[in-house]
């Protein structure tokens, strides 16, 4: 659940680093992150995700990664970073009228 | 940091008051729209320490909560109800780990908590504080003390933090099964013998007012209630939710064929819910300043674990550390080709 990859995603001495865990629920569908969880290595951390997020059959594949080897845009530039498709209306199907009795569209 | 940081000059810059502004309406519109805070987003400094408080307060409550049913585990009367009981215990210890998590999302370290809690300077819900006596109590700590757990929990699957309302979530969605099991368990005790039936109406009547308990104080004498309600960390005040668990725990008790120790419990037609009397608040606060029948020993037990167990926590580092120092390209050969191993694992 740390979407913060801040000091404490390192590796702070006397500390497992952080890990961030993500499940694939079931064939066919994205692994979605869950939340982390602290482990020694990279092995330790997928059994340690299988006990923690996984006790009732939850998913069928783990990833698990390093919460310092994630890169996140920043929340006070989301305006510029996502600006540029805010005003492309246009790449919306309901932009374009078509009179109703137009079948199949 | 390592010189005279830019961040620490900005403090004077004349823009960045105006900045700070900006994000704190920024976050008000985010809270008035019921929308969620994320970890990365601007927040009111005692926003955050309210919650780190509120989150580890929580977190340590399901760890401590392992204690009062783990004593029953090798006391379980059948192998089904052991493996039960296991479950459900290490579904706790989980719940624990989940809501960790968030508070680390806040900057708060899984160790400096701990370290907090053993210290005694965090606290965890004072109805852990009361011994599980009897194997009935497996079964009432499942139905009523998980019951108001979860009367508690609805709501904050909706709380204005990301990540607290996912874990409480995930929680709420294991804890159903927690209530079931204990209901069940005292139903089978029901349809046994009259000292069972005695077992399971004294286990209720040690656990009813602890249970009424775990909504904190009235609210009248709960000042932080009114801030934490603004910033949309609560939604409902402790004596809402208090009626709203005797509402529904009444008719669950008369279909156990179990009373209330509460003669003033009856049902008020024009109100639309249940009057009851108020548990004794002065029983409540001695148990949060640590005079309950188990504070001392529920810290000590949890600092033995944790002192006991630091050597397999720097073990296991050691070990990652040694396997990874062996796996590194060129780690115990000088062979020409190993420094352009690890050129290309760079590049990768």
Known sequence: ?105 | MTTETPEAQLGQEPGAQQREAEFEAQFRRTIEAKDRIEPRDWMPEAYRKTLIRQVAQHAHSEIIGMQPEGNWISRAPSLRRKAILLAKVQDEAGHGLYLYSATETLGATRNELTEKLIAGRQKYSSIFNYPALSYADVGTIGWLVDGAAIVNQVPLCRTSFGPYGRAMIRICKEESFHQRQGYELLMTMMRGTDEQREMVQESVNRFWWPALMMFGPPDDDSPNTAQSMAWGIKTHTNDELRQKFVDMSVPQAEALGVTFPDEGLQWNEERGHYDFTQPDWSEFWAVVKGNGPCNVQRLAHRKKAWDDGAWVREAAMAFAEKSAEAAAPGADTDSPDSGAARAEEVAR
Do not use: C, Q
Not at chain 1, 7 to 25: D, I, K, N
Not at chain 1, 50 to 57: A, E, F, H, S
């Open chain 1, 1 to 105: 659940m740390s979407e913060t990859p801040n000091e404490t995603g390192g590796t702070v001495r006397g500390e497992w680093p952080l890990y961030e865990v993500f499940v694939r629920g079931k064939r066919g569908l994205n692994h979605v992150h869950v939340g982390s969880l602290h482990a020694p290595d990279d092995e330790m951390a997928i059994r340690h995700a299988r006990d923690v997020y996984t006790r009732r059959n939850e998913g069928v594949s783990i990833w698990v990664v390093r919460s310092s080897e994630i890169t996140a845009s920043s929340p006070d530039e989301k305006d510029p970073l996502f600006a540029p498709s805010g005003d492309k209306v246009y790449r919306h199907p309901t932009f374009y009228d078509i009179p109703a009795d137009v079948p199949h569209m």
